[in-house]
């Protein structure tokens, strides 16, 4: 892999999981649970991960492209919607440019040539790493409804997908830092005059950890509201009159026992209130400083548009708008340069030559496999590195170098001849062969 190289950058975040689409679940109406269980399915499922279906098995994913936008941390959220502290960047694959989609201003008479959907699977039809736009595995079931679906003519939901838009001032596309969104809102929200074309891009999440930590601490709270002994595995009365009076038709006997839980857990709640708000706002605060510090903080100061990346993270579709396909979370980013093959004045709409698919098809499977071998990053809450989740997730190629990585004479941090050792034996002809190397 020619070409200079970054350093890898490792965000440490990684607190959701993701569900196979055939087990996928919307958050719970008012009259199918009571409150409490409905905020504790919503903070502790489907912020963290419920919302996120398994794409691939579940398995990581290798992008190669351009930094097109930055959503930093907080972007266009308010209320209660800056639970999600994420900090995302929107990549442009290979072989395309920015330039690339001037193209579509050639006939700004006819809209539908560049109608943002279209444009988007011109890129998932012509790029060659394109599939990662859409869900490729269509069988052996379809992806469900999102919790915001999009219909024709603006939107094509489940999978509607996400752009940045680019705006014509007079001589070129000009980032629109403002305006990173869905598909469908990107098209209705702006002109169609080729005044704006909506560039389509893999969304890449580098995860938060504020749903994570509100989660644990209002579990506690919400297990109360619903009659629950705080991290008891047994059902609580709810959930015990769901089992006996579910099968009543119309609906009713959910309904009531959903009144049930809203009144006694209202009741409760009262009480429970200055406790509640107080871990709330602790958690809130403590979730924000701890990330600045040690999970998206340092990762927001080393991105910026413009900037060419190889990125590895689990390909997921997300349901919580209008779908679209995002590798949630980001695990590795190294920035790069990309070879002069890599990109060209290749237009979206016609397919890219023959031999540069298949050069930049070579390309990514060489850096998918290199991918593949890397343990996940250590957990910054944990002392000793990988949870014990991480560590049984491994693969035999990862714990392969898991295992080599924890050896004393890879614990080096500024250079092995430096801060470095070697095994006993072996320490001066490693340490011949390693001057021999950087002469």
């Not at 959701?16 to 409905?38: E, K, M, Q, W």
Request: proline share 9%.
């Amino acid at each position: 892999m020619a070409g200079p190289h970054a350093n890898v950058i490792t965000p440490p975040g990684q607190y959701t999981h993701c569900v196979d689409r055939s087990a996928y679940r919307n958050v719970p109406s008012g009259l199918d649970a009571g409150f409490p269980a409905i905020l504790e399915f919503l903070l502790c499922e489907y912020l963290l991960g419920g919302k996120l279906v398994c794409l691939s098995g579940g398995r990581d994913e290798c992008a190669i492209g351009t930094i097109v936008g930055v959503e930093e941390v907080g972007y266009k959220k308010s209320g209660f919607d800056a639970i999600d502290n994420d900090f995302s960047f929107n990549v442009l694959l290979v072989p395309y440019s920015v330039k690339s989609f001037e193209s579509y201003r050639a006939d700004t008479s006819n809209p539908s040539k560049f109608e943002a959907h279209k444009i988007r699977d011109d890129v998932a039809a012509n790029s060659p790493l394109g599939w990662l736009l859409k869900d490729r595995q269509g069988a052996p079931a379809p992806l469900p409804t999102p919790r915001e679906p999009s219909a024709p003519p603006d939107g094509t939901s489940p999978v509607d997908g996400y752009g940045v838009l680019y705006t014509w001032d007079g001589s070129k596309l000009v980032y629109d830092h403002e305006n990173q969104n869905n598909l469908h809102k990107l098209w209705s929200e702006h002109p169609h005059d080729g005044s704006a074309i909506s560039i389509p891009i893999l969304h890449c999440e580098c995860e938060g950890s504020r749903v994570f930590f509100i989660c644990q601490a209002m579990k506690p709270f919400l297990d109360l509201m619903q009659g629950k002994i705080p991290g008891s595995p047994l059902p609580g009365p709810g959930e015990i009159c769901h089992a006996a009076l579910d099968w009543v038709p119309f609906g009713i006997g959910k309904a009531i026992c959903s009144i049930i839980e809203h009144i006694v857990g209202g009741l409760i709640g009262l009480a429970l209130a200055p406790a509640a708000a107080a871990a709330f706002a602790t958690a809130w605060e403590a979730a924000q400083a701890f990330d600045d510090l040690f999970v998206t903080g340092p990762v927001a100061d080393q991105i910026e548009v413009g900037n060419d990346v190889v990125t590895g993270g689990r390909w997921t579709w997300d349901a919580g708008h209008a779908g679209h396909c995002e590798f949630h979370p980001v695990k590795t980013i190294q920035k790069i340069t990309l070879p002069d093959d890599m990109r060209g004045p290749y237009v979206p709409a016609e397919p890219v030559p023959g031999d540069k698919q298949d050069r930049i098809n070579d390309y990514h499977d060489r850096w998918q496999r290199e991918l593949d071998k890397a343990p996940p990053p250590a957990d910054p809450r944990h002392r000793d590195g990988l949870t014990g989740a991480q560590l049984e997730s491994l693969t035999p190629a990862q714990h392969e170098v898991y295992v080599s990585q924890q050896r004393p004479e890879n614990q080096w941090r500024l250079h092995p001849l430096i801060d470095g050792c070697a095994p006993n034996g072996n320490r001066d002809a490693n340490r011949d062969a390693d001057i021999d190397d950087i002469r």
